[in-house]
């Protein structure tokens, strides 16, 4: 290793750097008022770090565990957005935390550290080492009220993220047991030549049992079913903000992972029909179990949780059509990133719309938004368009997102998988739409205006903005999805 | 005399109109200035009609998105367009001035209104199948609130049974829309329907040619997605139950005819039988649940599937010889439907705001009482049943004509429709108008000045077109003679 190599970390040492900064501050200062835009104007120096980098071509480092491409580049963007937006809607709300302020935003800052060298991770030791970095800063904010619903829900995502970090170890084991190195590269190379060997046949069943594990691994960080099972208790007792953050955030560098891992490892021929396969069956069943269950829900934070995971399902369908036959279709996974960019801001809107009502009414119950379009129109609004975003419907970035990733599907001969994604957009339209009905048509209790703060409300405005602005004008982030993509396949 | 852009003038000039309405007004400067962008509006469309002929109108801006998934933004029109968007100026005025005494919610009313008139100009000048889809979903959000808000009954039911119903087609159109590009490789209406003949499609071209109707049937609507049309109709305020009948359904009938027969002759042919049993279904099923209708509105709306029936049986007539003379009649039918009906829902809407019941029992002997509303009633219901001068009569006349060599025994029962129409329609205004004075309705009185205005436009129309129908039918005539050559049937 030479130093020059720190180069390539600078936008995770930046931001690592920042969380330490942010609790120096918080021990010295009294003014926890300056927390946020100290932390705001903090993460303009890792994001001027990416840009930077993105002006230069792709740079492996650190003996090629790490790889700093456009594709990297691209989900740090991502989580640098969502990470500001983030922090910007706690504004208000991180208050009830008293003096722990500065540890709840250098906890939100580690996790991002964790999530961006992840994204750039080309070695499994360091992927694995990055995601505990990601997730043990998480669980701690879950628990971060401390009642006794928040600290249920720390302690089951600390729990159950274990288990899902076990089950993808093994996964990872199984894979340097048969092919002897823990660089992604190496791994897809030996696996190339012993399955073009002779002996294909054993090892194609342990390596397709190895992706398993790495996928059930992997799908607990997406929420995607079956592994769902934690995302809507941990949803409903998170703070909303973190909350916002696990759905947003945290989803996307679990696909970052799982793109890489699949185009760098198994992208072979052999295999790759057998877990597109696999990804097609876990995506339609997510879809549908996502949305059906969302029906019934009542609490919103609970309602999005199921909704993330049909969302999460939505998604995979781009991993599904990744391959068409024999040769490698790239649209399915510029799909997933526009989707994912699309769903980061969608999403972050409906949260910091949420956070703002709940800080007036204490209440995250669907019901606690009746009658909004009077109480505050200009949320009611931003909730409306999120909702419409959600279900897919024009001129928002949900819309273009989906007609992407299902237009990928089809030109990879899953149009059977397009058309149970779209069949369920139409069930899901069922329930995004009950929240509008709620505001527009329910009158409320008391008719109090709720003035939002400052902080959640410009979260919630710039967010619905990126949804319709790249609604009507996607091209943009299209074009930068295809160049993250096209670094990473071969 | 050439105005660049017109087009998208047409397009924009409400959507952005709602945007002003919303932000900027409030509820009496926002009618008045809805009024005056509808006017503006209607000169816009009407220019357009007459203009179209002269010079090339369309516009193309191929930088939208990126060449891979090459969307444009291409508006065009010809004849078949050109006198739906004048059908679409002329009733958004009307729908202007059926609203003009809401006083729940005023503003957000109009803004509603505008933004659905900018929504469907958008799905009839497109030629670009992804921008065409995106106005037909576009289109929905108004039409929700339009009805779910200011609806009467089982209002939220009704809308969310519309918005369901259709989105459910559409969700078929998506697919087909994704197939066709797979294949094609473009969205390009125009260079579709020359590629089709040679495209490489993933699915039978018959399974293709029925999800795309499917979209378009449930909207027109064909039984038996026909029962949300009823719900809709019935609980939409006046305003959406005129724009629901004057033109949404027109988009069905549209589609069928720029898609359905513009994309797929070959099939269109080989399905004709289908279309003509189920216009003829249609046309008897739905008069003789009409006659069993008590209530006005009602009554209207499953009149409405009858009429609709009509345009199916013209369309049906392909192979006969004269194809174009039934389609003609189709859209003709398409025209007119919509200048009667929205006659029929306005008056009855008018009726309803004095009678506060639209039950027919209920009512009776307002003829003296209300003079103007029944001249109305009566122009519109002789022109629905086919009265010889009024346009209802070329329509139907056209399409039995141009049907009969093709499918002589269909359109022989379908003539038996239009006696039943002739019962229903008869028999509703004399139970509702004429007989014994009732005591509850004497201190209601006629139209006001205001609601003359729309009243006089539509009877105009109507008397005008029944006059001297070439002025419309010959525009429909050009246009798909035109289509029949591009696709080169006939």
Redesign the interface.
């Known amino acids: 290793m030479n130093y020059i190599d720190l180069e390539l970390i600078i936008p995770e040492i930046s931001m690592a750097l920042l969380a330490g900064l942010i609790i120096v501050f918080d021990l010295f200062s009294s003014n926890k008022r300056l927390l946020v835009p100290l932390c705001l104007i903090g993460l303009l120096v890792p994001l001027f770090f990416c840009i930077a980098a993105a002006q230069e071509s792709a740079e492996a480092g650190f003996m090629g565990t790490m790889q700093v491409d456009d594709f990297s580049i691209f989900f740090k963007y991502i989580i640098i957005l969502a990470t500001a937006l983030v922090i910007l809607s706690s504004a208000t709300y991180a208050k009830r935390f008293d003096n722990h302020q500065g540890e709840y935003y250098s906890l939100i800052l580690l996790s991002a550290t964790g999530m961006m060298l992840l994204a750039s991770a080309t070695e499994l030791i360091t992927i694995y080492i990055a995601l505990e970095l990601t997730a043990l800063p998480t669980a701690a904010l879950a628990a971060f009220i401390r009642e006794k619903k928040s600290a249920e829900s720390g302690m089951k995502f600390l729990i159950l993220s274990a288990v899902s970090s076990a089950v993808l170890l093994y996964g990872m084991v199984l894979l340097y047991g048969f092919t002897g190195s823990t660089h992604l590269s190496d791994i897809g190379t030996a696996i190339a030549t012993q399955l073009s060997g002779s002996a294909g046949i054993t090892d194609h069943g342990v390596l397709l049992f190895s992706v398993i594990l790495i996928t059930a691994g992997f799908g607990f960080k997406i929420s995607a079913v079956p592994f769902q099972m934690w995302a809507p208790d941990v949803y409903e007792g998170a703070p909303t903000p973190i909350t916002a953050f696990l759905s947003v955030a945290s989803k996307a560098v679990g696909f970052a992972i799982i793109l890489r891992i699949l185009y760098m490892v198994f992208e072979n021929e052999a295999l790759s029909s057998d877990w597109t396969s696999m990804m097609a069956v876990l995506s339609a069943i997510s879809m549908s179990v996502g949305n059906l269950i969302a029906i019934k829900q009542n609490n919103i934070k609970r309602m999005l949780a199921y909704s993330t995971i049909a969302q999460a399902g939505y998604i995979m369908v781009g991993l599904a059509a990744m391959t068409s036959d024999t040769t490698l279709n790239t649209?399915g996974p510029v799909g997933i990133l526009v989707y994912l960019a699309g769903y980061t801001f969608t999403n972050l809107a409906a949260f910091a719309v949420i956070t703002a009502i709940s800080e007036s009414s204490g209440d995250d119950s669907i019901d606690s938004f009746s009658g909004l379009i009077k109480k505050s129109p200009i949320l009611a609004g931003i909730m409306t368009i999120s909702m419409?975003s959600l279900i897919g419907?024009?001129?928002t970035i949900g819309?273009m997102a989906k007609?992407?990733i299902?237009?990928a599907?089809?030109?990879t001969?899953l149009?059977w998988l397009?058309?149970v994604g779209?069949?369920n957009?139409?069930i899901s339209?069922?329930y995004y739409?009950r929240v509008v009905?709620t505001m527009?048509?329910n009158s409320a209790s008391e008719q109090s205006p709720i003035k939002p703060s400052i902080g959640p409300l410009s979260a919630a405005v710039i967010s619905i903005v990126g949804t319709v602005a790249f609604g009507l004008?996607?091209?943009p982030i299209?074009?930068l999805a295809?160049e993250a993509i096209s670094t990473i396949v071969g | 005399m050439e105005i660049p852009g017109i087009l998208s003038i047409a397009i924009f000039l409400p959507l952005i109109s709602a945007v002003i309405v919303a932000v900027f007004l409030n509820g009496k400067t926002a009618r008045g200035f809805a009024l005056g962008a509808s006017i503006m509006e209607l000169m816009i469309t009407g220019y357009i009609f007459i203009a179209h002929k002269q010079y090339d109108m369309s516009e193309k801006l191929t930088?939208?998105?990126?060449e891979?998934?090459p969307v444009q933004y291409f508006l065009a029109i010809d004849g078949i367009s050109a006198p739906l968007i004048l059908l679409t100026g002329l009733l958004g005025i009307v729908s202007i001035f059926a609203s003009w005494n809401v006083s729940e919610r005023t503003k957000e009313h109009f803004m509603w209104l505008l933004a659905l008139q900018g929504a469907v100009v958008g799905v009839f000048t497109s030629m670009d199948f992804?921008l065409f889809?995106?106005?037909w979903?576009?289109e929905?959000?108004p039409m929700?609130?339009l009805i779910?808000?200011w609806g009467t009954g089982r209002k939220?039911y009704s809308a969310?049974k519309f918005?369901?119903f259709t989105?459910?087609g559409s969700?078929?159109m998506?697919?087909g829309i994704?197939?066709i590009?797979?294949g094609t490789g473009t969205f390009d209406m125009m260079k579709i329907s020359e590629l089709m003949p040679t495209a490489n499609l993933?699915?039978p071209i018959g399974i293709l040619f029925l999800f795309m109707s499917i979209g378009f049937a449930v909207k027109l609507p064909v039984f038996p997605f026909h029962t949300w049309l009823p719900d809709a109709h019935t609980d939409a305020p006046t305003a959406a139950s005129v724009m629901l009948a004057g033109v949404l359904l027109k988009m069905g009938g549209y589609g069928l005819l720029r898609v359905s027969a513009g994309m797929f002759p070959d099939q269109l042919e080989k399905y004709a039988w289908v279309l003509a049993l189920f216009g003829v279904i249609n046309i008897i099923y739905g008069a003789a649940i009409t006659i069993r209708q008590t209530d006005l509105k009602r009554l209207i709306a499953y009149s409405s599937v009858s009429h609709m029936g009509f345009v199916l049986l013209g369309l049906s007539a392909v192979g006969g010889g004269i194809t174009s003379l039934a389609m003609t009649g189709a859209a003709l039918q398409m025209f007119t439907h919509g200048t009667i009906t929205g006659l029929l829902f306005l008056t009855i809407g008018f009726i309803y705001e004095r009678t506060h019941t639209r039950h027919i029992p209920d009512l009776g002997g307002l003829a003296r009482r209300m003079p103007i509303f029944t001249v109305s009633l009566v122009v519109a219901g002789l022109a629905s049943l086919g009265l010889p001068g009024t346009s209802g009569f070329v329509a139907e006349v056209t399409i039995f004509v141009g049907a009969f060599p093709a499918f002589k025994i269909a359109t022989i029962i379908a003539a038996f429709g239009v006696v039943l129409t002739a019962g229903y329609i008869l028999w509703m205004i004399q139970r509702s108008m004429f007989g014994p004075e009732k005591p509850q309705f004497e201190q209601i009185g006629d139209a006001t000045a205001v609601q003359v205005i729309p009243i006089g436009i539509l009877i105009i129309s109507i008397i005008a077109v029944g006059i001297y129908p070439a002025f419309v039918s010959d525009v429909f005539a050009d246009g798909i003679a035109q289509m029949l050559i591009m696709t080169g049937a006939n």
């Open positions: 649209s419409i419907i024009p001129p819309f007609i992407y299902f237009g599907a089809v030109e001969n149009t397009a058309f779209v069949i957009s139409v339209a069922y739409l009905k527009f048509l004008y996607p091209r299209i074009e295809r | 930088t939208w998105f990126p891979s998934f992804l889809f995106l106005f979903e576009l929905l959000i929700f609130f779910s808000i939220e969310m918005l369901i989105i459910l969700a078929f998506l697919i994704l197939v590009f797979a993933i699915m």
